[in-house]
């Protein structure tokens, strides 16, 4: 069994974290038929994804992200492909919520 852990810091606050996990588990299911169950805390939430060949968890926490997948024998093959896609798909997201908000150009 392959395992892939991934980290990612941010300043974002857990209401905005929340909003960031959401569109992660959107898209996880959408894109790759994951089942994903999000559970909110207090102090920090946790989507559960699972299909054939996949568990984890992703931590939200006010400051940090913190992923954790176990692959299945099968998929364990393709860790690190696999493992890329995770990242790119999560930065993608972070990136997207640090873009500031563009000013309305006034009416000529």
Not at 48 to 61: D, I, M, N, W, Y
Not at 94 to 101: G, T
Request: proline share 3%.
């Amino acid at each position: 069994m392959a395992d892939i852990h991934i980290q990612r810091d941010h300043a974002l606050g857990l209401r905005a974290a929340r909003k960031i996990a959401f569109a992660w588990a959107e898209q996880v299911e959408a894109e790759y038929g994951m089942d994903c169950t999000y559970e909110e805390g207090e102090d920090c939430d946790t989507v559960a994804f699972t299909r054939s060949g996949v568990k984890g968890t992703l931590t939200v926490l006010p400051d940090q992200f913190d992923l954790q997948a176990h692959l299945g024998f099968l998929l364990g093959a393709f860790k690190h492909r696999i493992e890329d896609e995770i990242v790119k798909n999560l930065d993608a997201l972070l990136v997207e919520k640090k873009k500031p908000a563009r000013k309305k150009k006034p009416a000529a």
